[in-house]
Every structure is written in C-alpha cells, then in structure tokens.
C-alpha cells in the first residue's frame, strides 16, 4: 500500500509538473494593456454603432431587419465581455437572461438583448419593445462612456482570457444564452476572439518559457476555428440547433480545456 | 425423493448468515475491540455499513484481478456519474485510462496533495484538507455501448450483450440521465470524499472527457445488534434491502454470478470484468406511505419490519421463503417482487445477480412530491441472463405503480488493473492495436 501510495504521489507530481512555479508580474505588461484598451475601446465604438442600427429597427417596427442585426451586434459585446463584466449594474440590463428573474419572460424587469430576441422570436413582433430599445442604447452608451475613463486592472485584463471560456462552459455550449434565437456560434466566436486577443497580446512575453502551454492552447483554438468552420453562414453562423452531437462534445472540451488551461495564465505572467 | 427444504435452504443467504453469526460469535467470544468486530462483519456487499466504525484510513486496494468497488462492502456513499469520451484512436482512450488510473492510484492511497505557487490555482480543490486519506474510496470504470459503436477501430471488440440500455414497459427514461461511454462508480465512507474524487477526475481530464449526468445516493448505516449482527440497510420503501444478495466475500460464487471468465465467448480483453446495470428508479414515496401495510409486504414478499420471508414471519431477513410449500402464493403472493426476481427453483439460479444499490434523495418534483428512488446498480457475469432476465420477470409487477426508472445504464466493468506499472483498460488497448 505505500509503495503504490509513493507510485500515485508521483505520478500526480508528473501531470502537475509543468507551469507549477509563476513568475513576478512583469512591466512588460504595460504594453499589452494598453493595445488591449485600444481593442475594447473599438469594439465597444462598434457595439454603440451596431446596437443605434438595430434599436432603430425595433422601433420603427421592422421585425426582419432587427432579426438580421441582433446576432452581429451581440459579436462586439462578447468579445469584450470580461471588460463589461466589471460592471455588473450594465452587464445585468444589457445582457442578463429570463432565468434571472422570476417570472422569466413574464417579469416586466427582464430587459436588454433578451428581451427583445425573445419579443422578435417568440412573438414575431416588436410590439412594446421601444422602451426596452431605448433603454439598451442608453446603457450601451453608457458602458463606452465608462470603458473610456476605466484604467485596466491586469489581473482583470489576463484572467479574461479564461473569464470568457468558463461563461461559455459554464452557460453557452448547452446552447441556453439565445434560446428563441439560437444566434450562439456568432456569441461563441465573440468569445472566443475575445480570448484568442488576450493570449495573443501576452504571447510574446511568455512564448520562450511556456512554448508547450502556448502549443496546447492554440492546438484548443485550432479545434474550436475549425468545428466552428463547419457551421459558417455568410458572414455569420447557421442556428444553434444544427451543429451536431459529436461537434458540441468536441466544442465542450476545447472549452473545458482552455478554461482549465487559461486559469493559469494569470499566474505565469506573475500577477496575483 | 428430492426434499424440497433442502433445495431451497441452499441459498446464498442462508450462506451468509452462517457466516455473519460465524464471525460474530467469534469476535464476542475473543472480546475483541468494537471496530475489529465491525470489521470483521462488513465484509459482503449486502452488508449495511456499520454504525461509528468507518475511519479515513480504511482502504480498499485498488490493485487486482478485478477492479475495486463491485464485490467489497458498500461504504455509505456512492455515486456514480456518466462521462463522453473524446478518444478518437487508441492512443488518445490510452492516454485516457492512464490519466485515469494515476488519478485512482493517488486517490484511493491518499497522500499530501501538491502546493503551487499561490498565483496559480491550487492543483487539488482541498476539500480534503492538505492531507488526502483513502476512506475507503472506490473508483470504478465501466464502458457504455456507444464507446465502441461510434468507434469502428473499437466496434469489433465489444463485449457480446453490451447494448444501448433498452427501455422496459415501466420506464420513463429521461435521456439527460441515460448511457454514456464511461460510467464511474465512486464510493467512500463520506460524501466529501466521493466528491473530492470526482472533481480531481473532472479536473484532470476535461480534454478527454465530458460529464454527461451523476446521481449521488447512500446506504443506511447501521448499529449491529447485540449479537454483533448488522441487518441489511432499508431503502426508502422501508423495507431491508440486500438480503437475499449472494455472499461477495466467496470468491468461487462471485466467479460464477459476477466475473466474466475466460470460457464465456467474451472477447479474451474481457476476462475478469462484469456487466454493471446502473438504474436511476424513483419511488413514489407519498403514494407508497398511502398504501396498507399488509399490501406492502404482499407486493414486496417479505415482512417489512423484519425483513423475513411471509411464511417464516417469526424468522429473520436471512431465513429463506420456500415456495414449494407454497404453490398458489398464499403466504408469498406470485407476484411479489421478490418471488418474481427469484424463483429459487433450478432455473433461476442462472439469473443471479450481485445487486449494491444506493438510496437517492434529490428534491422536489414539480408537483411537490419527494424526488427520491434508488441508485440502483447490479452487477453479473451476463447481461443477458442477469439483469435483463429478472427485469423481464419484474415486468408488470404490482411494485410498478410506485417505480418509475428513468435513468441508466448498461455497461461493462473493466477488469483489474493488475500491479502499479499497468492501467486500467490495457487488455483493451493492446487488443485494438493488435486487431
Ligand atoms: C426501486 C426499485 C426496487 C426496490 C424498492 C426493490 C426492493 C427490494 C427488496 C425490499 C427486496 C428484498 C430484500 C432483498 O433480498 O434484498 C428485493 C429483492 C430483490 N430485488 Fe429488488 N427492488 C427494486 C428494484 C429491483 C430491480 C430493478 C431488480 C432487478 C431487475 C431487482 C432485483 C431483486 C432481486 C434479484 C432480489 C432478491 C430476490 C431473492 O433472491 O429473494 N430489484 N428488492
């Protein structure tokens, strides 16, 4: 028993081995941060451009055309979702889901996308959505306004790279985010683009040291680039409900696995 | 003449109670410690854990022939959850069994677990505390039929009655809970451990595998009475539950009912594995507190308070009804559920099956009743005439108005991991290079 209990203790040490030791953060973050601001600041730039064309289609009633904006809309806001996140009060109104309130659909304060994916879908109408239109411009304004004087705390900026795979692992792959829309491969690329930015701007800072980490995690990109592939529309993606049990299993643990492997991140770069 | 008692008094638990009053009666005479004692009485897997006598050092060796957790006593937690598999060659189901087996191997010895640099996350999640102890932990692999059918690579070696969990006249199966390519069965003394288990195994294998479903359950644990007997556990119809089990602690009759040999027309990789039957049945436990006593017992066959066959009431749980005495059923109706599991004639000591179940309380349906069932899980030799036999004879029976299964699955129980420099599942491997 404790020969084989040594035999264990080493073999976890084994597949723990590699990246258990981090290093001291780094100035050298300081450029990645400030390219990464310029990235948010443009996609937050788009989502106000995007979000003022398709809040004008709901209010003038035109059902089809704000179908077609809703899921390129959305791309902007989850590639930067991590940002966003910071505050809590927007990302509630703009992108919050029926299962947060209790009457779900029912609930008056159910707002944001949602609200009106589910009046565009489920009721083929944008009857009594101007209100709701209104307030989502608002609030996407608002958020520019905020991004734009926010100093980026690192930790937040490099832990976002695995932020936005765990909200896919945790609520997208079961296909739950837009539900009446079945839109999610646009938000899965917002997604993961979002994520792809962030490893890409801190790559060079670690690619000597953790060259087979970096391998791994692109090897996890590559698999997502190309089931995804599988599913392209035009520009955009074919509903949720057509990708097929064997692709959503493989999708499932290239996520699992970038989030188990981006958790570290952080780490590696030094930062607490 | 054939005296029929005698047929019928040769049954396994007749066998078992010789045994458990055995050992008991030697650990009174010898005045040995109160957990030797227990110890030496929890040794089938009928056997209710016993009350105040589980310890973290307890520890199943997890080397063998076959594979822990199937004919060793249950402790008083199980679970077992239903993975999908990545693999798409053998090389990657390889890579997946030795994660696997590394992670059995430190996990049911125990040791300190690894501290990183705390900017990382914690490579354990220290549920545990710094030092993890065995607790009896067993960790079981078995393989789903859809392993191997979505494997042309794999299809030619599928075990002969592994199929897709077929649906019987009662179920009700909810595909969120049904099949998988890989079950594991992991019990423990406590519940912590079982979990702690399982999210080091998600842990170490989220790029090879995804969790598909789990139901966590318990056995009753028992203070024995004071001849040292420890009753079987209740389930949550109330009534004792594992006592006409067969005896796991004799090796040449788990042979016989649970290990797959070498002569069966099994594929050679095979030898030394089980079918494993997992079945998620809910009890409708209102409905069954609403039904009289006397019905109870009658649809059951067995005295409820007791345990004891209905024509032996003043007997035990391991006294043995003898139905040639009893040809229309009045003592023990046809169709009890015990009577049309086991016929106790020649016939039926084909359909033998080692059942270890575990009770599974959930929560509250829609309607506001009780979710709660049993984890029902057996294991045999042969699908065929084990589980899916009795099941068929079960069909219909008047239990069924307060059951309903709705998860589950078939699958096969791979054999030991025979000594440290082997994994789980290399007989498997080597046999689909080879082919
Ligand atoms: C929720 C469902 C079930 C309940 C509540 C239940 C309950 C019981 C009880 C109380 C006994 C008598 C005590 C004992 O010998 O263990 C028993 C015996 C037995 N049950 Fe079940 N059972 C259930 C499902 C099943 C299923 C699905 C099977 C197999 C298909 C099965 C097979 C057997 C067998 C083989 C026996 C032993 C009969 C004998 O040898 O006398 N049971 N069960």
Redesign the interface.
């Known amino acids: 028993?404790r020969?084989?209990?040594l035999?264990?203790?080493s073999?976890?040490?084994?597949?723990?081995s590699s990246?258990?030791?981090?290093q001291e953060a780094s100035l050298d973050l300081v450029e990645p941060i400030a390219e990464y601001k310029i990235y948010v600041s443009e996609k937050v730039a788009k989502l106000v451009e995007d979000t003022t064309a398709f809040t004008a289609a709901v209010k003038a009633g035109e059902v089809d055309k704000a179908k077609a904006l809703f899921a390129p809309t959305r791309l902007s806001y989850e590639a930067i979702e991590p940002i966003a996140e910071l505050f809590s009060d927007l990302d509630v109104s703009i992108d919050s889901r029926a299962d947060d309130y209790e009457k779900a659909e029912a609930d008056p304060e159910f707002p944001g996308f949602h609200r009106i994916e589910y009046g565009l879908w489920e009721k083929n109408s944008a009857e009594g959505l101007a209100p709701v239109a209104d307030k989502l411009l608002a609030d996407v304004k608002e958020l520019e306004g905020r991004i734009a004087s926010l100093t980026f705390p690192p930790e937040k900026v490099v832990g976002g790279a695995a932020v936005l795979m765990e909200e896919v692992a945790a609520t997208k792959i079961s296909g739950e985010e837009d539900r009446y829309s079945h839109t999610d491969l646009w938000d899965f690329r917002g997604n993961f683009d979002g994520a792809r930015k962030i490893v890409d701007l801190v790559r060079p800072l670690i690619a000597e040291k953790e060259a087979d980490f970096l391998k791994t995690v692109d090897a996890?990109f590559a698999t997502v680039d190309t089931t995804l592939a599988k599913y392209k529309d035009g520009e955009g993606y074919v509903t949720y409900d057509k990708l097929t049990e064997d692709d959503r299993?493989?999708l499932?643990?290239?996520v699992?696995?970038l989030?188990?492997d981006l958790?570290?991140l952080?780490?590696?770069l030094?930062?607490? | 003449m054939r005296d029929p008692k005698n047929l019928l008094r040769s049954s396994y638990s007749f066998n078992r109670r010789r045994l458990l009053t055995g050992f008991g009666a030697t650990a009174l005479g010898g005045s040995l410690s109160g957990v030797v004692r227990a110890e030496t009485l929890h040794h089938s897997v009928a056997d209710a854990p016993v009350a105040n006598a589980a310890s973290p050092e307890d520890s199943v060796p997890h080397l063998g022939l076959h594979q822990a957790g199937v004919v060793n006593a249950r402790p008083a937690n199980g679970m077992v959850a239903s993975f999908d598999v990545l693999a798409r060659d053998a090389d990657e189901l390889e890579a997946l069994f030795r994660t696997l087996t590394a992670r059995i191997a430190f996990l049911t010895v125990g040791g300190p677990v690894p501290m990183l640099d705390p900017k990382l996350p914690p490579a354990d999640s220290g549920l545990l505390g710094p030092v993890v102890r065995p607790d009896n932990l067993t960790i079981t692999l078995s393989l789903g039929a859809s392993l191997f059918d979505d494997r042309p690579w794999l299809a030619p070696l599928k075990p002969k009655h592994l199929t897709r969990m077929t649906r019987f006249p009662n179920d009700a199966l909810d595909a969120d809970i049904c099949h998988g390519d890989l079950s594991i069965q992991i019990c423990a003394n406590t519940q912590d451990t079982t979990i702690h288990a399982l999210r080091d195994i998600i842990k170490a294998s989220s790029r090879q595998m995804i969790l598909k479903w789990k139901q966590e359950g318990n056995v009753p644990v028992i203070t024995p009475g004071p001849d040292g007997r420890a009753e079987s556990a209740r389930n949550f119809l109330g009534f004792r539950d594992g006592s006409a089990n067969p005896d796991s602690s004799d090796a040449a009759e788990m042979d016989r009912v649970v290990w797959v040999g070498p002569d069966e027309g099994e594929p050679a990789w095979a030898t030394g594995g089980s079918y494993q039957v997992v079945r998620i049945i809910r009890n409708f436990v209102e409905r069954w507190d609403r039904t009289p006593f006397g019905e109870q017992e009658r649809i059951m066959g067995r005295a409820k308070m007791t345990g004891a066959p209905l024509d032996r009431r003043e007997g035990s749980e391991f006294d043995v009804p003898d139905y040639a005495s009893d040809p229309e059923g009045k003592a023990t109706p046809m169709d009890a559920h015990i009577r049309l599991a086991n016929a106790r004639d020649e016939a039926s000591r084909a359909n033998i099956i080692l059942r270890r179940p575990f009770n599974y309380s959930n929560g509250v349906t829609r309607s506001g009743q009780l979710d709660q069932g049993l984890l029902f899980i057996c294991y045999q030799a042969n699908l065929e005439q084990g589980f899916i036999t009795v099941q068929r004879k079960l069909n219909g029976e008047p239990l069924e108005e307060y059951i309903k299964p709705v998860g589950g699955g078939f699958f096969y129980t791979l054999p030991g991991i025979r000594d440290a420099s082997d994994y789980v599942g290399s007989s498997l491997i080597a046999a689909a290079r080879g082919a």
Not at chain 1, 11 to 16: G, I, R
Not at chain 1, 19 to 22: K, L
């Open positions: 028993m020969i084989s209990g035999v264990g203790a073999a976890l040490a084994l597949v723990l990246g258990a030791f981090a996890n299993k493989v499932a643990a290239a699992n696995t989030a188990e958790s570290t952080r780490g590696k030094g930062l607490d």
